[in-house]
């Protein structure tokens, strides 16, 4: 097969906003093909220390295939596609089934021989590069009329900066949702994980307030992402309750062809009503539980409410939430000056990082002129060299831990890191 793919368009986030309703109204515009959920830049790379590498083999196998959303099926009688690679090892052939263009491709529309050269490249990549420009091939494959393609990954905003390296040009869109609902949406899908997938190792479930923080902090890298101009973001409600403006103003971005009859249609296939038969709001156990707006306002107590906003209220106001749950128009996030706070913020974490590592060059070129100078011959009276040796090595070696803790924190870690590091007060 020709190394060739269309132009990709990234889902990124966020986490339980609506990235799988989102996948699916561009999966049924007519020339976009849509991918199933899968996260291609960490099932290709392995990040140690902010370096980024390759995946090893089995880990690569595991998350494109085995233990990938987009490959995976459950059906009543259980999983189906979830033992591809011992398959593939035996020489086996993966059966393939029909595919609705309207919906989105899954592993099993690949045809035969594109799925097997798939494998064999994801098998043997020598860079994160291959196995990724591979996958976006053979899911390109099938390509007729359609001039883009969609994929979509709920969490891929930890991923970013190594997808924007990757592909700098590409469009790429967050959708967020009030926080509190988002928390309240995440912990009943880690109860439903819990029953569906025992064996998955879903961790146990958190406090509405702890997932609303972990909505912060994709929050911010959203936002952040928006300041710089690489990211489209859109919200949840807005597509709610202004579906044909919300999604004219997303299919202009996109510079992709739309007209009245064309999102109607698209409204009518991907409505929550089609998606669910069941009318919005009326909760039920399933991927799609209850599609609701303003649930938190019903579930918190006022107590609560009050500690959401004392937890997230930063981000929610920063994306037209308020505190009593009346939305607000969505501030132009591509212009920094509407938004101080977090650029302000970035700029005072560089300035740490850079302050950090210029101590630990000066206490490693420090250690380095005192090597030199205990190699020299010194008296028998000059022991106390030796327990000054051993200081100075455990000196560097915590000054080491140190400087890579605050660089780790501060390259992944979230606003609230900001505040225990003092800035911004």
């Not at 905003?157 to 988002?182: H, Y």
């Not at 307030?209 to 902090?217: E, G, H, I, S």
């Not at 011959?377 to 022991?383: D, E, H």
Request: charged share 25%.
């Amino acid at each position: 097969m020709t190394r060739s793919y269309l132009p990709p368009i990234f889902i990124v986030g966020q986490y339980k906003c609506g990235t799988s309703w989102l996948a699916r109204i561009l999966s049924a515009h007519p020339e976009v093909i849509g991918v199933h959920e899968i996260d291609i830049v960490d099932a290709s790379c392995k990040v140690k220390n902010g370096a980024v590498t390759l995946a090893p083999m089995q880990q690569r196998l595991d998350r494109f295939f085995d233990k990938a959303d987009w490959c995976n099926d459950y059906t009543p009688s259980g999983w189906e596609y979830a033992d591809v690679v011992a398959r593939f090892e035996r020489g086996e052939e993966i059966p393939t089934r029909s595919w609705d263009r309207s919906k989105p491709l899954k592993f099993m529309h690949l045809r035969a021989e594109t799925a097997r050269w798939l494998y064999n490249e994801i098998k043997a990549a020598a860079a994160p590069e291959q196995a990724m420009n591979a996958f976006l091939t053979a899911v390109c494959a099938n390509a007729e009329r359609e001039s883009h393609i969609v994929l979509k990954a709920a969490d891929q905003l930890w991923n970013f900066d190594i997808l924007q390296s990757w592909q700098p040009n590409a469009k790429k869109i967050a959708i967020t949702r009030d926080g509190r609902d988002a928390s309240i949406s995440a912990r009943h899908f880690q109860d439903l994980m819990r029953e569906v997938k025992p064996s998955r190792g879903v961790p146990r479930i958190h406090a509405y307030l702890d997932l609303l923080r972990k909505w912060a902090d994709r929050a911010d890298r959203a936002i952040t992402a928006a300041g710089r101009g690489r990211l489209y973001v859109l919200r949840y409600e807005d597509l709610t309750n202004d579906y044909t403006a919300t999604l004219t103003r997303l299919l202009d971005w996109l510079e992709l062809p739309h007209s009245q009859p064309l999102i109607d249609t698209i409204q009518k296939q991907t409505c929550f009503e089609t998606l669910t038969g069941r009318a919005r709001g009326v909760e039920a156990k399933g991927f799609i539980r209850k599609g609701a707006v303003g649930e938190w306002r019903h579930v918190f107590s006022v107590p609560e409410q009050e500690q959401a906003w004392r937890v997230a209220g930063e981000q929610l106001s920063a994306l037209g939430y308020t505190r009593e749950g009346t939305l607000r128009p969505l501030p132009d996030l591509s212009n920094a000056n509407e938004y101080p706070y977090r650029l302000e913020r970035n700029l005072q974490l560089q300035q740490k990082v850079a302050a950090l590592r210029a101590r630990l060059r000066l206490a490693e070129a420090q250690v380095r002129e005192f090597k030199s100078l205990s190699k020299k011959k010194v008296s028998p009276g000059a022991r106390w060299t030796r327990p000054l040796q051993a200081t100075l090595r455990a000196a560097r070696k915590a000054t080491k831990h140190l400087a890579r803790f605050f660089v780790s924190t501060i390259t992944f870690a979230t606003p609230s890191c900001s505040d225990a590091l003092s800035i911004g007060w």
